[in-house]
Each structure stands twice: as structure tokens, then as C-alpha cells.
């Protein structure tokens, strides 16, 4: 949920008055929980990284969770 409405603020950013060009600032997050992934920044970032790019691979300006349990992680 924290994702997601930093991703829809992110996109509600008005860049033409300030810089002159309009353009949009989409943005993608790949998210995980630590009852998912542990306490283990390491693992919090293993598991967390590859979901950001299948956010971007699917269409990007999304939000992608890694839901697997902590017993299935290597």
C-alpha cells in the first residue's frame, strides 16, 4: 500500500512549471515483507530486486511483491 501511493504521487508531479517540459515520472517498486524475506537486508534486496525489474518487464509504473515464504528462499 506504501508502494503504491508513493508510485501515484511520483506520477502526480508537475514538471512543466518548473522545468519547462512536460513530461511524466512514472515509477516502479518491487516490494517484499520481512514475513516473507527475514530481517536479513541481503535477503530483503534478493528478493525485493527482481520483482522491480517485473515491474518494469510487465509494463512498468507498477508495483510487483514478492509473496514467497521464508522457508523457500536459498
Known sequence: ???EKY???ISQIE??????HD???????????TET???NYLKLMKV???????A????RHQVAI?????DNLS
Open 1 to 3: 500500500e506504501i508502494a
Open 7 to 9: 508510485r501515484q504521487a
Open 15 to 20: 514538471t512543466k512549471e518548473e522545468h519547462g
Open 23 to 33: 513530461f511524466s515520472l512514472p515509477a516502479s517498486f518491487g516490494v517484499t515483507t
Open 37 to 39: 524475506a527475514g530481517y
Open 48 to 54: 525485493a530486486d527482481p520483482e522491480l525489474y517485473k
Open 56 to 59: 518494469n518487464t510487465n509494463g
Open 66 to 70: 514478492y509473496q514467497e515464504p521464508i
